[in-house]
């Protein structure tokens, strides 16, 4: 048997596994959206624990085992953070870590973390184990791999003791980050980092001399990646594929194109604010009211998240806006109803939105043969959402004004200046319509004349030229996923990218 095994391939066999377990203090801040909280640094334990392989080979996905996320508080920050009133407590949270190889660098978010419902103990220390699945990394070269923990982002909900009910009973705290805080409820949002001079490296994974393989997904920026669902693909081919996406990196990785962070399942949106934002409509998108027809108002503070693609029809591809996968998704911030209108089977509600949507990484082959990258930078104006119902039939419209503007551009890899200036020469006239009521969410659809770009190249060289006949023109069509609004003091849900 023995002599038998030594002559069988080792394909398929199981490879080796090291622990990785760490134990470090760490300073928490309440986030800026969380509203009310904490005002000073809290101070907490936090050990994590996980499995990782001995070795890897370049090409192929390097997976880490189940990760776990034990945050503990003493009786007295547990008191401060969730209020000396709370009965039980759980949470989300997002684990941020250094993938480092060589002298390459990248950051993987590591979402999706929760811990079930706990009691807040009269004595001792709170600790709630946050668990989750993680993501693979891929790189292109041999040299250990290291994974350092860093940044930890916390959302917690706690629950105080209802009077009401029997006092040895503890109220039920199982509804989820996207159900609103009851008024017994309170919902905390911290950033940690670690304190300085704590050791948080994880584990290091041997990636020894072999047979270069290419992972599945090129990283962003590279040149295979201009052929990719960011940069690439035939006109009726333009969205995106799963796993396309900006390295699946909370910072990007234009400057690690050796390693490739697999995205996690899905990103998160900040807590929605408390107050509704203060802007004016725009009343040249007003439809027409039919006679007799009174006008009111609600106001309210409510959020979305709205993902999708615009498409570049010169460069024959396509760019991200507001990828779901990324780490930190934005939304769009509703005054819900500052106008709304009434009449005989017909009800209008028109809200101000404040987009806030991240910088894209975009890659083409430019004209077809030189690959090109760029990041783009969404300069919007305030939006005027549209939702009416008429006839029974509900449909949703959302009009503003936005600029592009262009940075990190690299042509082959080699950075070219453009200057902090390089954009639209005037605001875009954005208009999207979709079939569906608002608050529940649908396809938004449109199509942008891209301008002619201006200030590109600084004093050294005028660029314009260049950015205005590869990009500028009509004919570029935009698909936008609106996710289901939400209220004030929750995280808003993050929809799928659009399907053609």
Same mark, same amino acid.
């Given at each position: 048997m023995a002599l038998l095994a030594a002559l069988l391939p080792s394909t398929g066999s199981t490879a080796r596994e090291q622990a990785a377990r760490v134990s470090a203090g760490y300073l928490c801040e309440p986030s800026s959206a969380a509203g009310e909280s904490a005002t000073a640094a809290t101070a907490v334990n936090v050990g994590i624990s996980a499995t990782?392989?001995?070795? $890897?080979?370049?090409?192929?996905?390097?997976?880490?085992?189940?990760?776990?996320?034990?945050?503990?508080?003493?009786?007295?920050?547990?008191?401060?953070?969730?209020?000396?009133?709370?009965?039980?407590?759980?949470?989300?949270?997002?684990?941020?870590?250094?993938?480092?190889?060589?002298?390459?660098?990248?950051?993987?978010?590591?979402?999706?973390?929760?811990?079930?419902?706990?009691?807040?103990?009269?004595?001792?220390?709170?600790?709630?184990? *946050?668990?989750?699945?993680?993501?693979?990394?891929?790189?292109?070269?041999?040299?250990?791999?290291?994974?350092?923990?860093?940044?930890?982002?916390?959302?917690?909900?706690?629950?105080a003791r209802n009077e009401q009910s029997d006092p040895g009973t503890l109220p039920d705290t199982t509804a989820g980050d996207d159900t609103p805080p009851g008024p017994d409820q309170r919902l905390v949002q911290l950033t940690c980092a670690p304190r300085e001079g704590e050791d948080t490296r994880l584990a290091s994974v041997s990636v020894p001399e072999g047979a270069a393989g290419e992972p599945d997904t090129p990283p962003s920026g590279s040149a295979d990646a201009a052929r990719g669902a960011e940069g690439g693909g035939g006109p009726e081919d333009r969205a995106p594929a799963d796993g396309a996406q900006d390295g699946g990196t909370a910072d990007g990785d234009a400057d690690a194109p050796g390693i490739a962070v697999a995205p996690g399942q899905r990103g998160e949106a900040a807590v929605c604010p408390a107050e509704p934002p203060v802007g004016e409509l725009d009343p040249e998108r007003f439809p027409e009211p039919p006679p007799g027809s009174s006008e009111g108002t609600i106001g309210a503070s409510l959020c979305a998240v709205p993902v999708g693609y615009a498409t570049v029809r010169k460069q024959d591809g396509a760019v991200l806006i507001n990828d779901p996968r990324r780490a930190e998704v934005g939304m769009m911030h509703l005054n819900l109803g500052q106008r709304t209108v009434s009449g005989v089977d017909y009800l209008e509600s028109d809200s101000l939105g404040l987009l806030d949507f991240p910088d894209s990484a975009s890659a083409f082959l430019t004209f077809g043969f030189q690959p090109v990258s760029a990041r783009i930078a969404f300069e919007t104006e305030p939006a005027t959402v549209v939702n009416l119902v008429k006839a029974g039939r509900?449909?949703?419209?959302?009009?503003?004004?936005?600029?592009?503007?262009?940075?990190?551009?690299?042509?082959? $890899?080699?950075?070219?200046?453009?200057?902090?200036?390089?954009?639209?020469? *005037?605001?875009?006239?954005?208009?999207?319509? $979709?079939?569906?009521?608002?608050?529940?969410?649908?396809?938004?659809?449109?199509?942008?004349?891209?301008?002619?770009?201006?200030?590109?190249?600084?004093?050294?060289?005028?660029?314009?030229?260049?950015?205005?006949?590869?990009?500028?023109?009509?004919?570029?069509?935009?698909?936008?996923?609106?996710?289901?609004?939400? $209220?004030?003091?929750?995280a808003p849900t993050v929809p799928d990218l659009p399907r053609r």
């Amino acid at each position: 048997m023995a002599l038998l095994a030594a002559l069988l391939p080792s394909t398929g066999s199981t490879a080796r596994e090291q622990a990785a377990r760490v134990s470090a203090g760490y300073l928490c801040e309440p986030s800026s959206a969380a509203g009310e909280s904490a005002t000073a640094a809290t101070a907490v334990n936090v050990g994590i624990s996980a499995t990782f392989p001995e070795t $890897g080979t370049p090409g192929e996905p390097i997976q880490p085992g189940a990760l776990t996320v034990r945050v503990s508080l003493t009786k007295a920050a547990a008191g401060e953070v969730l209020g000396e009133d709370a009965a039980t407590v759980e949470g989300s949270a997002a684990l941020t870590t250094e993938v480092a190889q060589n002298d390459e660098r990248a950051r993987a978010r590591w979402t999706g973390l929760s811990a079930a419902g706990a009691p807040v103990p009269d004595e001792g220390e709170l600790e709630l184990a *946050h668990t989750g699945t993680v993501p693979p990394v891929t790189v292109r070269s041999p040299g250990d791999l290291t994974f350092t923990a860093d940044r930890l982002d916390l959302t917690l909900r706690s629950a105080a003791r209802n009077e009401q009910s029997d006092p040895g009973t503890l109220p039920d705290t199982t509804a989820g980050d996207d159900t609103p805080p009851g008024p017994d409820q309170r919902l905390v949002q911290l950033t940690c980092a670690p304190r300085e001079g704590e050791d948080t490296r994880l584990a290091s994974v041997s990636v020894p001399e072999g047979a270069a393989g290419e992972p599945d997904t090129p990283p962003s920026g590279s040149a295979d990646a201009a052929r990719g669902a960011e940069g690439g693909g035939g006109p009726e081919d333009r969205a995106p594929a799963d796993g396309a996406q900006d390295g699946g990196t909370a910072d990007g990785d234009a400057d690690a194109p050796g390693i490739a962070v697999a995205p996690g399942q899905r990103g998160e949106a900040a807590v929605c604010p408390a107050e509704p934002p203060v802007g004016e409509l725009d009343p040249e998108r007003f439809p027409e009211p039919p006679p007799g027809s009174s006008e009111g108002t609600i106001g309210a503070s409510l959020c979305a998240v709205p993902v999708g693609y615009a498409t570049v029809r010169k460069q024959d591809g396509a760019v991200l806006i507001n990828d779901p996968r990324r780490a930190e998704v934005g939304m769009m911030h509703l005054n819900l109803g500052q106008r709304t209108v009434s009449g005989v089977d017909y009800l209008e509600s028109d809200s101000l939105g404040l987009l806030d949507f991240p910088d894209s990484a975009s890659a083409f082959l430019t004209f077809g043969f030189q690959p090109v990258s760029a990041r783009i930078a969404f300069e919007t104006e305030p939006a005027t959402v549209v939702n009416l119902v008429k006839a029974g039939r509900a449909t949703t419209s959302v009009g503003y004004y936005q600029r592009l503007r262009l940075y990190d551009v690299r042509v082959n $890899g080699v950075p070219l200046e453009v200057g902090d200036n390089c954009r639209s020469a *005037h605001p875009m006239d954005t208009e999207l319509t $979709g079939a569906y009521p608002f608050m529940e969410g649908g396809l938004l659809k449109g199509e942008i004349d891209i301008p002619p770009f201006r200030g590109c190249g600084g004093e050294r060289e005028d660029l314009d030229p260049l950015f205005t006949a590869a990009v500028s023109g009509p004919g570029n069509v935009l698909e936008i996923q609106q996710g289901p609004v939400l $209220g004030a003091g929750t995280a808003p849900t993050v929809p799928d990218l659009p399907r053609r």
